[in-house]
């Protein structure tokens, strides 16, 4: 890479971004580092602690696993009972919004923005990502290894099955699976004794 490449590539990724967002970007990978590979419940409190802090809104108590990573978290609302395996990336660029009782697995990416690929001008590494927020509705599970493309909403108790690609929204109780994800069934409250 030319030095007039590394100049244009590092002023278009500061570009738009204040010096505090800049700092606050390093403190945010910094403490994700300090305390994300640390193991069991105090690792769990701990996380918590922090991402209160770091995001835009925690409410309640979370378990997010060890070696999950999470970048722009200012732009992340999470709600109460939280559970994150081990493994998943949340990129909130564009915003991500996650409701109450939601049970995401390992290895998981959430990533709220993407690169613009039609401007042959220029090459995608330089160009700006386009933001499109994510919403995944309380009582929500998202299996192993989903993808989870930037503009989708998971509706209430819906379903994604694991190594599924979701490119499309998905309704209120639905089950999705497949690359790319297809709606397969509605999931069923029958047999089911009430508490």
């Known amino acids: 890479m030319t030095s007039n490449s590394l100049r244009f590539l590092l002023s278009n990724r500061l570009k738009g971004k204040s010096f505090l967002k800049i700092v606050w970007l390093e403190v945010e990978s910094w403490i994700v580092q300090l305390f994300g590979w640390i193991p ?3 690792g769990f409190v ?3 602690f922090c991402y209160k ?3 835009k809104k925690l409410r309640g108590f979370s378990f997010i696993q060890v070696n999950v990573r999470i970048v722009e978290a200012r732009n992340i609302e999470i709600g109460t009972n939280f559970s994150v395996n081990s493994g998943t990336y949340l ?3 564009g915003g991500i919004s996650i409701g109450d009782n939601v049970l995401i ?3 998981v990416v959430i990533s709220s923005g993407e690169h613009p690929i039609f401007l042959v001008e220029f090459p995608i590494l330089f160009q700006e990502p386009q933001r499109k927020k994510i919403s995944i509705c309380s ?4 299996g192993a290894n989903v993808v989870i ?3 989708v909403t998971i509706g209430e108790g819906a379903v994604i099955a694991a190594n599924a690609v979701v490119t499309k929204s998905v309704g209120m109780n639905e089950i ?3 690359v790319p994800a297809r709606f397969i069934q509605l999931r069923s409250t029958m047999g089911l004794a009430k508490p």
């Open 40 to 42: 069991g419940n105090i």
């Open 46 to 48: 701990l996380r918590t």
């Open 53 to 55: 802090f770091l995001l």
């Open 91 to 93: 990129n909130g660029i």
């Open 105 to 107: 697995g390992p290895n």
């Open 139 to 142: 009582g929500a599970w998202v």
């Open 149 to 151: 493309m930037p503009g």
């Open 176 to 178: 999705w699976g497949g």
